[in-house]
């Protein structure tokens, strides 16, 4: 069950990002010199905790306060509701797949996550949907985190067959997929997918192969 493991530490363990120094203009920056020829570049290696205590972390207001003073409340942030009711959903969920494996589930999302998947790989050898959802609330947790690029496609959705869509909080409107992606450091796109809006249909396009197939079905019912 590797690519159920691969999924639970998605979201429990902590997070390594080589970060490569640049200016304002995207060049990159040396960050020391030496005698040996070298262009002086290299990576920072920042480690950041598990996103599920990114996600946690990001619902809580931060506060412009100094030493023996408090806050004005015109200088506080709000909580981020969109993060808050993420990670209501994601942990709600997850105590309820204790509960189904016969653990008693505590506060903590990511020890609730740990103690499932051990319980679970005993006794159950068809994880498929539970990757799945695992790997749905990563992207949500990172889209979250670090907003993507988003672009509206004017097409009704190949799955559902219509222009409209409600997402799981009431907002909704017309045309369905949207094209998401992450901007590299060079304004290169990065993990492109396009997904459908819909909370009901929530089909999720990535990959060469499924971006494809997409724009074929798109184009069969724009012929039909």
Known sequence: MTDLLDAVQALTRPTVEHIKPSD????PLPTHTCAQPCNGLSTHTV???SLLVQ????VKPSTNTTAGSSSLAHTRNIIDGTALFHLAKISSA???????AEVTPGHNPVTNLNAWYVAFTRYD???EWRIRELTKWAHTITNILHPPVREELPYPCPVHHTDQWVDDMGNGGNHPLVLEYQKGEDGQVIDPRVRCRDAVCASLWEGEDAM???GDEVE???GA
């Open 212 to 214: 494809s197939e997409l």
């Open 125 to 127: 050898n068809d994880p």
């Open 220 to 222: 069969e019912k724009r």
């Open 55 to 58: 996600l946690a972390e990001a």
């Open 94 to 100: 997850i105590r309820d797949w204790c509960r189904m």
């Open 47 to 49: 480690e950041s905790p």
């Open 24 to 27: 304002d203009t995207g060049r």
